[in-house]
């Protein structure tokens, strides 16, 4: 992974926007350049790779999901009037509300035009589509997060289907993109697609447990922080559908102002009710899920292993 990311990251530094006028570029340079893991851009070269060593053939649809990427985070954070952005301050807090929109207004189209590089390949339109299907996705599954905020009557499934479009989609997309482009069959694209699909729920789950239980030094943020913003996250859904007094725990968390007394609580509850058994098991099903659609692609062992690898170090997040 090192090599793929080390090479983008290149490729990004030979690629700022230098057009004009400054006001318009300068923020998504500065946002591209806050270091985050790199991690779908990634994901497209190593599917590429699986069929074709030479990936720099990929760069300019890694460098699509890239800008998309982070055109998301630049719109989401502006949403989630966030201060800060991988340590640094946000680029509406940097610059403003207004030029955060346009800037992110701009990568998103930006993104097509690196897309449109692979127009003379035969299947440029399911390139494309699956690209403009999964930005429509992230939409759909950022305004589901949005309504979840106010609401305590989510169900697991409603759970699942957001993370599914808000992060698990582009994950599989950018898997599927690479592989089409390097003339994968549609089976493998496609069994490409919902590996990353699996892996990226098991990831997201991961993700939840670790906000809870996890070690601040190996989270790198606050533990509890989900509990404390009521976000409705998979332990949280469970929690509230296995608790016998589900009314006396929303009255709990909204109004308890101690944070130390509410994480503690709701993490109890948590274990007692089985929900940290729950998302354990799920999470290693996704994982399951996602070596078994492995098994189903055409590329070489040593490609199977480096995805099953993978797929691990997602369903443990250990990177």
Request: proline share 3%; hydrophobic share 45%.
């Amino acid at each position: 992974m090192n090599h793929l990311k080390s090479s983008f990251e290149q490729f990004l530094l030979e690629n700022k926007y230098l057009d004009e006028p400054p006001g318009l570029f300068e923020p998504i340079n500065y946002i591209l350049a806050l270091k985050g893991k790199r991690f779908r851009p990634i994901l497209l070269l190593a599917a590429y790779r699986a069929y074709d060593a030479d990936f720099a053939q990929a760069m300019p649809a890694a460098m699509a999901i890239e800008v998309f990427h982070n055109f998301t985070l630049l719109h989401d954070d502006i949403m989630d009037e966030a201060p800060l952005r991988r340590g640094e301050m946000t680029v509406h807090k940097k610059y403003d509300p207004n030029t955060a929109i346009l800037s992110g207004d701009a990568m998103m189209i930006s993104a097509y035009q690196w897309l449109s590089k692979y127009a003379h390949l035969p299947n440029f339109s399911a390139i494309l589509n699956t690209f403009s299907n999964t930005a429509l996705d992230v939409c759909r599954g950022q305004q589901m997060d949005m309504d979840f905020e106010e609401s305590w009557e989510v169900k697991t499934d409603d759970y699942l289907d957001m993370v599914r479009l808000k992060t698990a989609v582009l994950l599989g997309a950018s898997l599927k993109i690479g592989a089409l482009i390097a003339g994968a069959s549609v089976d493998d694209a496609n069994n490409f697609y919902e590996f990353g699909i699996r892996a990226g729920l098991a990831f997201q789950i991961q993700d939840d447990i670790l906000d809870s239980f996890g070690r601040v030094a190996a989270v790198g943020k606050q533990i509890g922080g989900d509990i404390l913003q009521n976000k409705k996250t998979f332990l949280l859904v469970q929690t509230l559908a296995k608790t016998k007094d589900k009314k006396g725990l929303i009255e709990f968390m909204k109004k308890t102002a101690d944070h130390e007394t509410k994480i503690k609580k709701v993490k109890e509850l948590m274990i007692k009710t089985g929900a940290l058994d729950a998302a354990d098991m799920l999470r290693d099903d996704f994982y399951e899920q996602s070596l078994e659609l492995l098994d189903e692609l055409h590329i070489p062992a040593e490609q199977k292993e480096f995805f099953s690898e993978l797929a691990l170090k997602m369903a443990r997040r250990m990177f």
